[in-house]
């Protein structure tokens, strides 16, 4: 029997739910998508509205009724509010108990584990729930596994991205102080290092980006590559841009560090963080940065970019992708899948009805770690 929602998005009011709607809009896919949100701003659910989208303001948490007997009548739930080590396994276990499809930009490593062990209970209620499904992890999975469709079995895929500190919302700046609770792959969780104790990678990003400091983060590339791609290791290097705001990130993230404290200090901590944002309002943007290389001794394939395009963008587009191939029916793998799983070639068909465009992401042929030769991205796909 069909559901009268297509889709129903879940913290629809956030800056990068928003930026999923405004590429759901872009592609005319607003048709039967329902946006949700607990507190609408006035400004931002008549932006939705204008968009041609349907609004309701509910808790999803706290009204625990309403939001699964809505459930019971969508097709695909669009989780977007964050943080995922909250919310990801509390909204997917009611889609799985509603039989709901499910979608999300999950990006906290802790939570991915336990989010997978759910594949067995989504399988039998006949439903795909695909999590991570923004930019990082998102895009680049689906990067990598085009490469490795491409290149067969590889050893080694190392990722590293570096943001704009004035992307740096709220909700973000929490998402990266948790990046810094390494996750060992058996889902064990560390305090956030010392300054000494911090693995550091220096990166050359194409411009407008450059040079930037980066550190290993938790992220669930690592966790999802080898579990469903010939891949044997993986690892995450990011940043915030420039290193100051770096630095800043880091040290209040281990004065407020929720693995060794009640969470009393994370508002006061925020706090801080927003008065070093306020001291650098008219600092001059200097963009984001993507590079991934996927290869065996340095040997393989590199994807870079450098762009001034914003963070919102770059995770809510690839989220309007996913969740329009959900509704069309062209992710069938049932149970809990990441971004990996999702065909290259339907990605991208997709994204270019969804894009605002630009970006700049080349594909380089690696030799003994070097990038020798500029080829097509295309050409990697069927």
Known sequence: MARKWKAVVVGAGG??????????ARGKATEGVLALDRAWRSETL??????????????????AAEFDSLLQDTAVVANMAGPYYRTGTAILDRAIAAKTNYIDIADDADVTLPMLERTKAAEAAGITALIGMGSSPGTTNILIRAAVDRLGAVDDVDIFWAVDVQDITAAALRHFWHCFNLVDPDGTTHDVPGWDSLEFRDVEFPQP??????????????????RFLPVKRASNFGGVAPEEALVTAWALAHIADEQRSDGSLTDPA?????????????????????????HTNGNGLRFSSGSEGRMDDSTGIPAAVGLILMCEGRVTVKGVIS????????????????SEGGGGLTLWRLEDGQAVERLRIRDLLP
Do not use: C, W
């Not at 800056?15 to 759901?24: G, N, P, S, V």
């Not at 008549?46 to 009204?63: I, P, S």
């Not at 801080?272 to 963009?287: E, H, Q, T, V, W």
């Not at 971004?339 to 969804?354: I, N, S, Y």
């Open 339 to 354: 971004a990996e799983m999702v065909e290259p070639k339907d990605f991208f068909q997709v994204l270019r009805t969804v």
């Open 15 to 24: 800056a990068q739910a928003q930026a999923m709607l405004r590429a759901l």
């Open 46 to 63: 008549d932006a939705t509205r204008q968009m041609g989208f349907e609004t309701l303001q509910l808790d999803a948490l706290e009204n």
């Open 209 to 226: 980006v450059g040079r930037q400091k980066l550190v290993r983060l938790a992220h669930p590339e690592p966790i999802t590559l080898p």
């Open 270 to 294: 925020a706090k801080l963080f927003k008065s070093y944002m306020d001291r650098r309002a008219n600092a001059p943007r200097i963009g984001s940065g993507l590079l991934i290389d996927v």
